[in-house]
T-cell receptor
Framework: KAGVTQTPRYLIKTRGQQVTLSCSPISGHRSVSWYQQTPGQGLQFLFEYFSETQRNKGNFPGRFSGRQFSNSRSEMNVSTLELGDSALYLC?????????????????FGPGTRLLVL | AQSVTQLDSQVPVFEEAPVELRCNYSSSVSVYLFWYVQYPNQGLQLLLKYLSGSTLVKGINGFEAEFNKSQTSFHLRKPSVHISDTAEYFCAVTPASGGSYIPTFGRGTSLIVHP
């Protein structure tokens, strides 16, 4: 079974531009979560989508948004890029909701998209 | 609010020696605990998780961790490390109550295994 795939793997943008990152989950997985990893802030949770609905959201400004399609594929968009948005963006998928009541589904991570904002 | 402290940013160790990576957390609610490993240029991989039950949790690749509620710790151990264990290790917590899933990660511990 193929793992989580993320495209593109590397991206260079300039300040003020917007960017869209894509994540294809493992076949059959319905939940997709996004994380940002930077040397300064470490690993931070962005949001989780399940059945095309955002179910959980971290503490990020509205410039960060996402969506999930009916085939569970997900995209993350960052508008008006800032230098501080340079990071490794990780996507993870799980069978069910990652944060279900009384349970924590195992998440499988993709290799990430490395975004550099100049 | 939750916080996670990984007490060592780097842990050098010789091959076949035991290792312990330390993790302490702070939370006003009950938590679930996780350890992840990240190899260079890859995403994270779950090593083990504690949800409930036995406080000694066994994971993949020979790792285990012990949940100590009184000391709010969840240290990761391996009795004999291999060169291939060289990687970054992250401890994480999520609230156990309700359906809210907002994980908080530690800053990571770089395990460096020398031959």
């Amino acid at each position: 079974k193929a793992g989580v795939t993320q495209t593109p793997r590397y991206l260079i943008k300039t300040r003020g531009q917007q960017v869209t990152l894509s994540c294809s989950p493992i076949s059959g997985h319905r939940s997709v979560s996004w994380y940002q990893q930077t040397p300064g802030q470490g690993l931070q949770f962005l949001f989780e989508y399940f059945s095309e609905t955002q179910r959980n959201k971290g503490n990020f400004p509205g410039r960060f948004s996402g969506r999930q399609f009916s085939n569970s594929r997900s995209e993350m968009n960052v508008s008006t890029l800032e230098l501080g948005d340079s990071a490794l963006y990780l996507c993870a998928s799980s069978l069910g909701l990652a944060g279900g009541k009384g349970s924590r589904e195992t998440q499988y991570f993709g290799p990430g998209t490395r975004l550099l904002v100049l | 609010a939750q916080s996670v402290t990984q007490l060592d940013s780097q842990v050098p160790v010789f091959e076949e020696a035991p290792v312990e990576l330390r993790c302490n957390y702070s939370s006003s609610v009950s938590v679930y605990l996780f350890w992840y490993v990240q190899y260079p240029n890859q995403g994270l991989q779950l090593l083990l998780k504690y949800l409930s039950g036995s406080t000694l949790v066994k994971g993949i690749n020979g790792f285990e961790a012990e949940f100590n509620k009184s000391q709010t710790s969840f240290h990761l151990r391996k009795p004999s490390v291999h060169i291939s264990d060289t990687a970054e290790y992250f401890c994480a917590v999520t609230p156990a109550s309700g359906g809210s899933y907002i994980p908080t990660f530690g800053r990571g511990t770089s395990l460096i295994v020398h031959p």
